[in-house]
């Protein structure tokens, strides 16, 4: 297995020949916009979910986070990332509040619709008023997707929780029990941690994933996660495998610790890899380490890791083998919370992902499946 370390803190870089190729891929993949049709001629973008945003004009949405207001956040990274999409992508919005008061005020403002700027034009014309009805907005939701084969992907945008005693989590159940294909992500704007707790709650009854922000590089963030999923899951469809969890082509084992002073550990993280079709190929681990130099997010391209800004190293081994195990090493400081993803390369042609890691919290915790749990201690 040949290995190279890609070491990149403050101005000290040591690249070999892979690592460079691995490095100018990240640039390569942020240059240009990447889609499944793009990666896979064979494939389409009908296999696309539809994206129907439920979006928060309540009176809060006027409230300023940062040195922006929310609805002007939410107005600005909804029409990126809608501009991020492929052009046949059908979008849509509710939205609750927009200057009608009480809790019946969630409407669907823009039915699904391939054309952009009918969608822009509606989403700058919210103007937040009015209560918060989560559990009335997905009811509504509901009502719209019922009967619709299409898979959908639900993106709330919320500044806070339920405000007129309505159960959204009830609401979510009934709406899967209609046996609509969906899951529902959440972009939560400057949370309370309990607020923020039942936001991941419900994120996850959705089988989504919830994102908190706390300003401008937050959201911007989060919406460049949302589009790697789409281009991961894209990818995934197209190799007939999937990007998290277990049947990742691409997965962490364990992950085991030895002491090596009063204030560091080191660790190693065991993976396993099956990928079969591949010819040339690269694993490469992200560590996420807070409190150390980061890497800056133009380093790691477009298809990058959640909270790219806290991704302090890259390290990566090219095994000759098409299957098999190996492991990552690193020294981190005890009680800061690191963790690891890894990406699974193909290095053929021009270099792309084609298997991503669940994240695992090192010396903390693991997701579902990824191992033993070795408690910090």
């Known amino acids: 297995m040949r290995k190279i370390q890609i070491f990149l ?22 240059s240009l916009p990447i889609f499944a049709s793009d990666l896979f001629p064979g494939s389409t973008d009908s296999e696309e979910r539809a994206k129907l945003f439920v979006l928060d004009a309540s009176g809060s949405m006027n409230e300023y986070l940062g040195i922006y207001q ?19 992508t059908t979008v ?36 937040p008023s009015g209560a918060t009805p989560l559990a009335e907005s997905i009811r509504v939701a509901g009502t719209y997707l019922s009967g619709k084969k299409r898979p959908v992907e639900l993106i709330l945008v919320t500044d806070g929780i339920e405000s007129c005693y309505g159960d959204p989590e009830k609401e979510l159940k009934i709406l899967q029990s209609k046996g609509i294909d969906f899951r529902m992500n959440i972009i939560g704007l400057g949370l309370k941690p309990e607020e923020r ?17 706390d300003g401008d590089g937050d959201f911007q963030s989060a919406v460049e996660k949302l589009l790697h999923q789409e281009t991961v899951s894209k990818i995934s469809e197209n190799s007939g495998s999937r990007p998290t969890g277990n049947s990742s082509p691409i997965r962490i084992l364990n992950w085991e610790r030895t002491k090596v002073d009063e ?38 391209g477009k298809l990058r890791p959640e909270n790219p800004e806290k991704v302090s190293r890259l390290e990566t081994v090219c095994p000759s083998q098409s299957a098999g195990r190996g492991k990552f090493s690193f020294v981190a400081v005890k009680g800061i919370g690191t963790s690891a993803v890894l990406e699974l390369w193909d290095m053929s042609g021009v270099p792309q ?20 749990d070795h408690s910090e201690n």
């Open 9 to 30: 803190l403050r101005h000290s870089y040591r690249f070999s020949r892979m690592g460079i190729l691995l490095f100018v891929a990240y640039w390569y993949a942020l």
């Open 70 to 88: 929310k609805i002007h956040l939410a107005k600005k990274h909804v029409k990126h990332y809608v501009d991020g999409l492929s052009e046949r």
């Open 92 to 127: 849509g919005f509710i939205a609750y509040g927009n200057r009608l008061p009480g809790c019946q005020s969630s409407r669907l403002y823009q039915p699904f619709e391939d054309d952009k700027s009918k969608f822009r034009n509606k989403l700058y014309g919210l103007t």
């Open 197 to 213: 707790a039942a936001m991941q709650s419900l994120a996850k009854l959705g089988k989504g994933s919830y994102f908190n922000v």
């Open 263 to 300: 204030n560091k550990n080191g660790y190693t993280v065991t993976f396993e890899f099956d990928h079969p079709g591949l010819k040339d190929r690269c694993i490469t681990m992200n560590l996420k380490s807070p409190g150390t130099d980061s890497l800056k997010p133009t380093q790691l």
């Open 353 to 372: 992902v084609v298997g991503i890691s669940q994240e695992v919290q090192i010396g903390k915790d693991f997701t579902e499946g990824s191992g033993p």
